[in-house]
């Protein structure tokens, strides 16, 4: 199994940027596909991002496409958010998963696909 934490959390303004960090242990990342979820208060948990295990493929909710960016560092064993032009609703509780499952090249976007998740960084855009 893998282990999960997020780092790089922290208060922005509008319009600015910050890159989370999931910093994988255990098991080789490699040998799964990650995605990155948020849950604003008062929210259900929602999909931002996921990579493929190789980082080759991703895939992006809508809200956030051409604005974040998804990649990782097998090597180190660890994935990167990047989020740019940030917007007030983008504050939530960020959390990275990790799923073992999928196949090479795969990108898996719903919560059920993910056995590992990490226990979240707090990201709160001002305006």
């Known amino acids: 199994q893998v282990q999960l934490v997020e780092s790089g959390g922290g208060l922005v303004q509008a319009g600015g940027s910050l890159r989370v960090s999931c910093a994988a242990s255990?098991?080789?990342?490699?040998?799964?596909?990650m995605g990155w979820f948020r849950q604003a208060p008062g929210k259900e948990r929602e999909f931002v991002a996921a990579?493929?295990?190789?980082?080759?493929?991703?895939n992006y909710a809508d809200s956030v496409k051409g604005r974040f960016t998804i990649s990782r560092d097998n090597a180190k064993n660890t994935g990167y958010l990047q989020m740019n032009f940030l917007k007030p609703e983008d504050t939530a509780v960020y959390y990275c998963?990790?799923?073992?499952?999928?196949?090479?090249?795969?990108?898996?976007?719903?919560?059920?696909?993910?056995?590992?998740w990490g226990q979240g960084t707090q990201v709160t855009v001002s305006s």
């Open positions: 990579a493929s295990r190789s980082g080759g493929s991703t």
């Open positions: 998963a990790a799923a073992p499952r999928a196949s090479i090249g795969v990108v898996v976007t719903t919560s059920g696909g993910y056995a590992y």
């Open positions: 255990g098991r080789a990342f490699s040998n799964y596909a």
